[in-house]
């Protein structure tokens, strides 16, 4: 008779038990459903003579809007046949970018087609799905000078492939003049490579240029077999012009460690004179109560 009495109540503890971890089921899957998906933007930029790096960005679309995502922890990993070789990680700063620097480009290995293969890998997190980047570019160089024919300077640049040391026809390149905000395009909008790999781009007279000075900038913008490659000419063909920055003078519009004499005089002066005052006025009362 008592086990007949058990058997409902254990009906009952199984029925709970399988609703209670329904309801756990479905809130996990909840959560996962309502996490966010993680774009990743990479680019493979190299400076001839300088810096080799992944330039990376992170974004998402939240609420219908594009936004930023910061502080994401970033893996770069080299992929090799079936090997991986992580290079090393990142966190993405508060504009969801982060810039991932190699000493050369012997720090990452190709493949048998001479090809780098590069993923950039996010593990995903509370907010966040799991996401990943493949990039895959080839090694190429761009030598450039200037060269000067009847009285007209030029840029003179060729494009190589670093791998066969051959040079690459038909891509565009951009020369550009180095400004502060933003380079100044010269010649062409885009001066594709010859059979010989080489683009021959005349410069402009009367670009001004601080002492005469201009650095010129030849790039490889983006390519999909090479990525982004950049080689900097410096020349005096330029404008002189006479710097007349007052950055390191005492003026209105100077940076706080060179506020003009008479901003930090008169205000202390007149500081000054207010406690004194005061102190007048105190000492004057203490006089009147012994009175």
Known sequence: MKNKLNIPFVFLALVNLFLL???NFNKIYAQEAEKNVLRIAADYVKIMDGEIYFDIKTTARINKQN???PKIELTLLNEVGDEEIQLGK???NMEGEYKFVLKS??????????????VVSFKGNDLYNEASKSISFKDALIKAHMITKDSTHFVSAILIDASSGS???DQPLFVRVQ??????NIGEDSNNTDQEGI?????????PGVDGNL?????????????TVKALVNAPIGVPVVDESTFDERTMWSPRNKTPYFLLLIPNLIIFGMWSFIIYLIINLFKIQKS
């Open 179 to 184: 400004r502060l905000f933003r380079p100044l």
């Open 90 to 92: 990142g966190i993405t």
């Open 21 to 23: 971890s329904s309801g």
């Open 167 to 169: 040079p690459v026809a």
């Open 105 to 118: 480009i012997d720090e990452i290995k190709p493949d048998s087609s001479d090809t780098y293969n590069v």
């Open 215 to 227: 650095t010129l900038e030849v790039v490889l913008e983006e390519s999909e077999a090479y990525g």
């Open 67 to 69: 936004m930023v995502v």
């Open 199 to 207: 683009v021959l781009v005349p410069v402009e007279k009367g670009i």
